[in-house]
Every structure is written in structure tokens, then in C-alpha cells.
């Protein structure tokens, strides 16, 4: 973790009631630091496995129209 | 360093053998686009002809498949998952070979641009319509990247899948709120 400001969410939580909290979820916002913004999720994930360290096994993500 | 960061690190050194290394896509490539949000998805791009190359790496590395076809693939290793996507037709091969270079904490990453990551976000949507998380990444995207973006190929993209006013609707909507 470091202590560099910390991006704005561009959607506020007050505007979004019950948005859910997991592991992967929530919703996105834009980084308002644009120097490295990978650096500011894995900063962003180290403090959520800090708070969920055991996750959920996950499961196959099936899909059927593949057209790209 | 987090287990997901490593998690990613130590899969991007065994893909950097390989002549094409996959390129990140999914939640995480977000990221290298200007949109952070909480994900554990750990998802590539990866050339169709390296597919059982992949396979007896990520075997090597303690990772199970539980799910395999031409398209896609995903291998578990405990609580981690790591999902393929294989690149056979023309579209998905010029994103993976046009994929960027960035050098990262987790190493050298090849991350597919942020026009093609709404058109996998889509082709997400398309095949689970109830992960609107997919959508809402996408205009995430937009918003985020309005002035850069070559919207005529992300019409394209929308286009493939026959949801031209689904684009026009969420541009009008980015554009509404700039």
C-alpha cells in the first residue's frame, strides 16, 4: 500500500443503496491516477485480501456465442 | 505483494515462453484503461494454436481445467481461477497481435486494447445477460476513455452482435454526462 491520493469514484455508494461488497464485484469508477492505474487496483486488492483473504472456489464461466 | 498480484505474475512468466504471450482481458485489464474496480478474474486472450501448450503450463503451475472447448478454457487452483479465451477468428487475432506492452508490478503484460475489451465485455453480456457487471464496465470504458476511443470499431464490435442501439444508447448516455 502506498499513500498517494486515492482516485474518486465517479459513481457514488449514496447513489447506488444495497450495491454489493465481494469479491468480485462493486462497481467501477475511473482512476484518477493516470500515471498507473494498475498500480491503483493492485493497491485496491491488496487492502480487499487484507479484509477477504479466503474466497469463494470459482466456477466455469460457459459460454455459447462466441463471435469475436 | 497480494496472492491475486502473484497469482498474476507468476502466470505471466510461464505464458512469456510462448512466441505470442496471451493478453489480458477482463475485469483486470480494466485497470489498464483507467477503470479500477474490485475483481478476482483473472482472464486471457490467448492464440487457439497454443491452447495445450497453455494447458501443460498451467498443469505444471498446480491449476486443474474444469472446463475446456475450442473457444475458451478455465483452470482452477484452490480459491484462484484463470480463464482463457481463445483467439480463432479474425477479430480476436488482430486484438491479441495488436495487444500493448506495459510493464507493471506483475511483470511485462500484454493487455488487449480498450476497444477490444467492450467487445469481450459484450460478448460477455450476450452470453449471460444477467452479468450486467458487463455493462456497467463498459460504460465505465466509455467514460473513461471518450476522447481516445475509435468508436466506429467499437460500433463494429456491437455490430457483430446485432445491438448497434444498445451502442448508440450507452454513447448518448456517456455523452449526456460529460
Redesign the interface.
Known amino acids: 500500500m502506498n499513500s498517494s491520493p486515492k482516485?474518486t469514484p465517479?459513481v457514488s455508494h449514496t447513489q447506488l443503496p444495497g450495491a454489493p461488497f465481494?469479491?468480485?464485484?462493486?462497481?467501477?469508477?475511473?482512476?484518477g491516477r493516470?500515471d498507473?492505474?494498475?498500480?491503483?487496483?493492485?493497491d485496491?486488492?491488496?487492502a480487499?485480501?487484507a479484509l477477504c483473504?479466503?474466497?469463494?472456489?470459482?466456477s466455469?464461466?460457459?459460454?455459447?456465442?462466441?463471435?469475436? | 505483494m497480494?496472492?491475486?498480484?502473484e497469482q498474476v505474475r507468476q502466470a505471466v512468466a510461464a505464458f512469456a515462453e510462448l512466441q505470442t504471450p496471451p493478453a489480458l482481458i477482463g475485469?483486470?485489464a480494466?485497470?489498464?484503461?483507467?477503470?479500477?474496480?474490485?475483481?478476482?478474474?483473472v482472464d486471457f486472450l490467448a492464440e487457439a494454436s497454443d491452447a495445450d501448450r497453455l494447458h501443460a503450463l498451467l498443469l505444471d503451475l498446480g491449476y486443474r481445467c474444469?472446463?475446456r472447448?475450442e473457444?475458451?478454457a478455465?483452470y482452477?487452483r484452490?480459491?484462484?481461477?484463470l480463464?482463457l479465451?481463445y483467439a480463432?477468428?479474425p477479430?480476436?487475432r488482430r486484438?491479441l497481435a495488436e495487444a500493448e506492452e506495459?510493464e507493471?508490478?506483475?511483470g511485462r503484460?500484454r493487455v488487449i486494447s480498450a476497444e477490444g475489451l467492450i467487445?469481450?465485455k459484450l460478448?460477455?453480456y450476450?452470453?449471460?445477460a444477467t452479468r450486467t457487471?458487463d455493462l456497467?464496465?463498459i460504460?465505465?470504458l466509455l467514460?473513461?476513455n471518450r476522447d481516445t476511443l475509435d468508436l466506429p470499431q467499437v460500433r463494429g464490435?456491437f455490430a457483430?452482435?446485432d445491438r448497434e442501439p444498445l451502442f448508440d444508447e450507452l454513447v448518448a448516455e456517456t455523452d449526456s454526462g460529460r
Do not use: K
Not at chain 1, 465481494?22 to 482512476?31: H, L, Q, R, T, W
Not at chain 1, 498507473?36 to 493492485?42: C, E, N, T
Not at chain 1, 483473504?53 to 470459482?58: K, T
Not at chain 2, 484452490?78 to 481461477?81: I, N, P, Q, R, T
Open positions: 482516485p465517479a465481494a469479491a468480485s464485484a462493486g462497481m467501477p469508477f475511473a482512476s493516470t498507473s492505474p494498475i498500480d491503483a487496483w493492485m485496491l486488492m491488496e480487499i485480501e483473504p479466503r474466497w469463494p472456489e470459482p466455469p464461466r460457459v459460454g455459447c456465442d462466441y463471435r469475436l | 497480494g496472492r491475486l498480484v475485469g483486470l480494466l485497470a489498464a484503461h483507467h477503470v479500477v474496480r474490485a475483481t478476482r478474474d474444469i472446463h472447448s473457444d475458451a478455465n482452477v484452490g480459491d484462484e481461477g480463464d479465451l480463432r477468428r477479430i480476436a486484438l506495459r507493471t508490478g506483475m503484460l467487445g469481450f460478448q460477455g450476450i452470453n449471460d457487471r456497467d464496465d460504460r465505465a467514460r473513461s464490435y457483430v452482435f
